[in-house]
C-alpha cells in the first residue's frame, strides 16, 4: 500500500483546507511516495512517540498535533524538534498530521466526542467558525453527568466551573481550547458545555453568564487515536495500525 493512497483517503474525509489558516496540517517530515506496511497513530509527537515508532518499525506517524506550527530557523539535532526530525529521517518515517481540519470535518473529533457522550442528533454548535457541537443527551444531574464523562474519556479528574445542582439534558462539545466559543453554548441553552483549557478569566465570565462547564483538558482529544486508527483498520486492512501507547499528557495530578 502506497502512503499517498491513505493519505488521499483521509483528505477527503478531512480535507486540509477546512485547517484554520494558523495552522499547519498535511506532510511535515518525510516522503508520502512510498510503500507502507506499519502506521502509529498518535495525539501528540514526542521524543517517547517516535522511539515508539522506531521500535514498532512504522513507516508512517498519523497526529493530530503538528510537531511544526510556524517555520524553522534551524533543525539542529540538540533541539528536542531537530532530534526527533533527524531520527524520522534516519528511519524513513513519515510524519502526516490532521489538526483543526479534523476538528471542524464531519466525522471528526467533535462528533466523536458527541458519539461517545450519547448526544442525540447533534448540530453544529458555533456556525461562524463551523466548530463545536451540541444536543439532547438522556436526563441526568450534573454528578452523575461528570462521573460519565470522566469514564467515558478515562480520564482521573477534570474542572468543572459553575454549580453541580442542575440536571443535564443538551449538552455542547468542542474539542481542544475552545474558550472561545462559551457565548456560543450559553446561545444553544447548553446546561453544560466540554471543552479544554478554559482560562480564569472565561471561567469567571462563564459563572457570569450561568454557564456549566467541565474543563477536560486538551489531552481527552486522545480518542483521536482510536477513532483514526479504527478507520484505518477498516480502509486498509492491509497495512498494519497501531494505537500509540504513549501518554503525551503534560499535566499530573497529585
Not at 506496511?37 to 493530530?64: F, G, R, Y
Not at 466525522?107 to 463551523?130: F, Q, T, W, Y
Amino acid at each position: 500500500m502506497n502512503s499517498i493512497e491513505i493519505v488521499k483517503y483521509l483528505e477527503t474525509k478531512y480535507p486540509k483546507e477546512l485547517a484554520y489558516e494558523w495552522d499547519n496540517v498535511g506532510l511535515q517530515v518525510g516522503s508520502l511516495n512510498r510503500k507502507v506496511k506499519t502506521i502509529l497513530v498518535t495525539l501528540d509527537v514526542t521524543k517517547e512517540v517516535i522511539n515508539e515508532a522506531i521500535d514498532k518499525k512504522a513507516d508512517l506517524i498519523i497526529s493530530h498535533h503538528p510537531l511544526i506550527f510556524k517555520p524553522l530557523t534551524s533543525v539542529a539535532i540538540e533541539s528536542p524538534r531537530g532530534w526527533m526530525i533527524n531520527k524520522m529521517i534516519k528511519h524513513d518515517i513519515a510524519l502526516y498530521s490532521m489538526h483543526t481540519n479534523y476538528d471542524l470535518a464531519e466525522g471528526g473529533m467533535n462528533d466523536v466526542l458527541a458519539d461517545l457522550l450519547e448526544i442525540k442528533n447533534s448540530k453544529l454548535l458555533d456556525s461562524i467558525d463551523g466548530i463545536g457541537r451540541f444536543g439532547e443527551i438522556n436526563p441526568m444531574n450534573m454528578i452523575d453527568f461528570i462521573q460519565k464523562v470522566k469514564t467515558v474519556l478515562n480520564l482521573d479528574s477534570v474542572r468543572f466551573i459553575g454549580t453541580t445542582n442542575k440536571v443535564v439534558s443538551v449538552v455542547g462539545v468542542s474539542g481542544g481550547s475552545g474558550s472561545n466559543h462559551v457565548g456560543q453554548a450559553k446561545k444553544q441553552n447548553c446546561d453544560v458545555y466540554l471543552t479544554g483549557d478554559v482560562t480564569y478569566h472565561t471561567a469567571l465570565d462563564c459563572i457570569q453568564m450561568g454557564l456549566n462547564v467541565i474543563d477536560v483538558g486538551h489531552y481527552a482529544e486522545k480518542v483521536f487515536k482510536k477513532a483514526v486508527a479504527n478507520d484505518l483498520e477498516t480502509m486498509f486492512s492491509e497495512v498494519t495500525v497501531i494505537i500509540s501507547a504513549v501518554d503525551s499528557n503534560p499535566y499530573t495530578t497529585l
